[in-house]
């Protein structure tokens, strides 16, 4: 039987439990004759006789209880997965606000701070400026320095590192132009930096890091990458030395109310735990050789 035919389960059960065409009609919303036909052609379907029609009423055959049992089963199903649905739309949402490196990060690594049974939802807010938390643009922000601001909380979760990388197959020795965040859109330190590198032969220019990532995996040059993003892509190498002046504090910044919120403390938690057991890889000490 095709899964298109659910309306004529229904008409069947709504006969099944009226005892005939007159009260399953006031149930189903439909004629008589309708369902009497559409019940012929279900048990044609079924090549199974379901009723024993009689002029005070139907009931049911041997094999027209047995499709009673199942389809009783599916109606309770059906209705558990309707109200399964309606209870995730109450749900409360936890918003991360981060930069696109630390999304992806926390993208890659999902299941460390969210699972399907957690009776709450993620909403990721990606964006290179920052949401403001003071005013409940979002639970939890992942940032470079400690806020400001008395209504704002703060917590560690250790230091990150920058380096130059390139595509595996790019040459080093003959190729030495670099690829970077355009000035209208630098808004990031490590952005900013590489375009204060006079001695720097910028060719070619991104308008996001995602797009900047993709530009050095294709070979198009060497570039600022975060280490924890660099080092974890097996398509890029290291292209010099980590950049000290780029060593950064990276902060979970939260509202002072908001962060007693059970859910939000357990992605706070989560979060922390995921990016501290992570510390090597995010302070460069797992480059690729």
């Not at 309770?76 to 490196?101: D, F, K, M």
């Not at 601001?149 to 979760?157: H, S, V």
């Amino acid at each position: 039987m095709k899964n298109d035919n659910w309306d004529d389960l229904r008409l069947f059960l709504h006969v099944a439990r009226e005892g005939g065409l007159t009260g399953a009609a006031e149930k189903a919303g439909a004629s008589p004759a309708t369902i009497s036909r559409r019940l012929l052609a279900l048990e044609r379907r079924l090549r199974r006789s379901l009723f024993i029609r009689q002029q005070t009423g139907y009931s049911l055959t041997k094999d027209g209880h047995a499709l009673l049992a199942h389809v009783t089963a599916m109606g309770e199903a059906s209705q558990s997965i309707q109200a399964w649905n309606a209870g995730a739309n109450e749900l409360p949402t936890v918003r991360i606000s981060a930069g696109s490196w630390m999304s992806h990060f926390l993208a890659v690594n999902l299941s460390h701070i969210w699972s399907p049974d957690d009776p709450f939802r993620l909403c990721f807010k990606t964006a290179e400026l920052r949401l403001d938390i003071a005013h409940r643009e979002a639970e939890i922000g992942i940032r470079n320095r400690y806020p400001e601001g008395d209504t704002l909380a703060a917590r560690p979760i250790g230091d990150v590192a920058y380096a130059p990388f390139c595509a595996n197959h790019f040459n080093i020795v003959r190729d030495c132009n670099w690829v970077g965040i355009g000035a209208d859109d630098a808004v990031t330190p490590s952005a900013r930096w590489l375009l204060q590198q006079t001695d720097f032969w910028i060719t070619i220019w991104a308008n996001t890091p995602r797009m900047l990532h993709d530009l050095l995996r294709s070979g198009a040059g060497r570039g600022v990458l975060p280490c924890f993003v660099g080092d974890s892509d097996p398509a890029l190498l290291r292209a010099g030395e980590a950049i000290g002046d780029l060593h950064h504090r990276q902060w979970l910044v939260m509202h002072n109310e908001d962060r007693h919120r059970p859910e939000v403390r357990t992605v706070i938690d989560r979060i922390a735990h995921l990016v501290e057991g992570q510390q090597p890889l995010f302070l460069g000490q797992r480059p690729r050789s």
